[in-house]
């Protein structure tokens, strides 16, 4: 081999390397280093941790009864200078204790730029003077997944502050955690929530960061500031969509508002105060509130699926097959008996659905939500409809069809993650027949209901046609890194 084909071996080389961390921004980014460490908190390490454990220690006096056995699923804490709402802020050790996540979204509001939609740092970690903490791959998967709400904004991550000012405490109080930060600015509350939702687990905690009231004398303050906290601790997201004077993080805090409601979590006051009682005048202050939000009971309430019996899972069936033919412009009589049926409050409950359609046992079209964010009756409209006219796998439903389809109707579980050590534990863990699985790997994820056992009941077999369905290699389940979920259904079939 000529030195002149070599040199072009190595140009080439270089020139894809180069195009390689162009294409995957959190590769070719460094560690955010602090901005506001001097400022907001100490430079000093020895200093950060000093002041953290005073004010953790002042937190020690306040009296809080919090909740035994249940789950800390998100907090709101406030991200002024520590000299200001550090106090607040350090209640935080209350709930911390005994606890580990492996994953901490924090939702800051942006106060510096003026965007619409959220930034996300493309760094690889953030540096405080406690040192550093990774980025949370899922920061990739949502700019990626969702181009349209996510995106890295350069002047953001190097001006913003709600973000840095959380992390020495979280750092102080807790271990072995990467971040997802998220700085929101205007844009569909909704769609915030359903984006963020995908990327939430059992070892996931939310972290809002907002002060409350901005700059209003001392009794006016106190007066609005705990007129918020009701609004938050009632999950009133109406009555949140009222900016005025509210919160600088309202934002954040309505989608944490919707994510507790869709949950069923149940919101604590840990502490509340103003600059006024810590270090500022009273003539204009601003407030700061911790507020813990705990699972409840209600979720596991939610997972049981005695309630349905076969009788009310017809009714459903009967709902989606009108609903299809009402698309289709066939007229189907409305019986005051379905009207009446559907007005039973078990439809209102909220649970992740699936409509499958078959035609002579084959499949004609299968969508469904794995999460539990709507209520039932909603939910089997809106998957019949999807899986009749929506499944990208399909052509749209005619209605010569209709006559012909099979309908079936599962009523889902909430998933919940499934620890295993490799790919042979994995399989001893799975139960055929039992189990409905997802798989997630970085942007690629699929499932597959438990009735799917019936034609792949090798677990091998399952395993390696749910990767491959997700895009993935078929022996990507024997590699590590594989998020593996399950789930049960209750199901419905027409009876014919």
Not at 238 to 257: E, F, M, W, Y
Not at 388 to 410: C, Q
């Amino acid at each position: 081999m000529t030195p002149l084909i070599c040199k072009l071996i190595k140009l080439f080389i270089f020139l894809v390397g180069i195009l390689f961390l162009c294409t995957h921004p959190v590769l070719a980014q460094q560690v955010r280093k602090p901005v506001y460490d001097g400022s907001f908190y100490p430079k000093n390490r020895d200093d950060l941790i000093a002041l953290i454990n005073y004010y953790t220690k002042l937190a020690e006096n306040t009296p809080v009864s919090l909740p035994v056995g249940v789950a800390l699923k998100a907090l709101i804490l406030p991200h002024a200078g520590y000299i200001y709402s550090g106090f607040t802020a350090s209640h935080s050790s209350k709930v911390f204790t005994g606890k580990k996540f492996n994953k901490i979204i924090i939702m800051g509001p942006d106060h510096h730029v003026g965007f619409t939609n959220c930034a996300i740092s493309n760094a690889s970690a953030f540096k405080t003077p406690l040192g550093k903490v990774n980025i949370h791959p899922d920061s990739l998967y949502l700019c990626q997944k969702y181009k349209e709400l996510f995106r890295p904004i350069k002047t953001s991550d190097s001006k913003e502050h709600s973000i840095e000012v959380q992390i020495p405490f979280l750092q102080h109080y807790l271990q072995g955690f990467q971040i997802v930060p998220i700085v929101m600015g205007p844009g569909d509350i909704q769609k915030y929530a359903d984006a963020i939702d995908t990327v939430i687990n059992s070892e996931t905690l939310i972290v809002v960061s907002s002060d409350l009231s901005h700059y209003l004398p001392y009794a006016q303050a106190v007066k609005t500031d705990h007129e918020t906290i009701r609004h938050i601790l009632e999950l009133n997201t109406q009555k949140l969509s009222d900016k005025n004077h509210r919160a600088c993080g309202i934002i954040p805090i309505q989608v944490l508002t919707q994510l507790a409601v869709r949950h069923h979590w149940q919101p604590l006051l840990l502490h509340y105060s103003n600059s006024g009682d810590t270090a500022g005048t009273r003539e204009k202050v601003v407030g700061y509130a911790a507020i813990a939000f705990y699972e409840t009971s209600a979720i596991n309430h939610r997972k049981g699926l005695s309630q349905m019996d076969k009788e009310k899972g017809d009714i459903l069936l009967r709902l989606a097959r009108n609903t299809i033919a009402d698309s289709l412009n066939i007229e189907i009589a409305e019986s005051d008996e379905l009207s009446r049926a559907l007005a039973d409050d078990i439809f209102n409950s909220h649970r992740g659905t699936f409509v499958t359609l078959k035609i002579n046992n084959q499949l004609r079209g299968c969508i469904g939500n794995l999460s539990a964010d709507k209520s039932i009756l909603e939910s089997v409209k809106d998957n019949a409809i999807n899986a009749a006219f929506h499944d990208p796998r399909f052509p749209s439903l005619s209605k010569k069809e209709l006559d012909n389809v099979d309908i079936e109707i599962s009523l889902l579980t909430d998933p919940q993650p499934l620890e295993y050590k490799d790919g042979n534990d994995l399989l001893d863990k799975l139960r055929p027949n039992v189990d409905g699985v997802i798989i997630r790997k970085g942007v690629y994820s699929a499932t597959f209901l438990p009735q799917v056992w019936e034609q792949l009941p090798d677990k091998k077999s399952f395993l390696e046609h749910l990767c491959q369905k997700a895009g993935l290699s078929s022996d990507e389940w024997r590699q590590p890194g594989l998020e593996v979920m399950v789930y049960q259904v209750q199901y419905f079939e027409e009876d014919h």
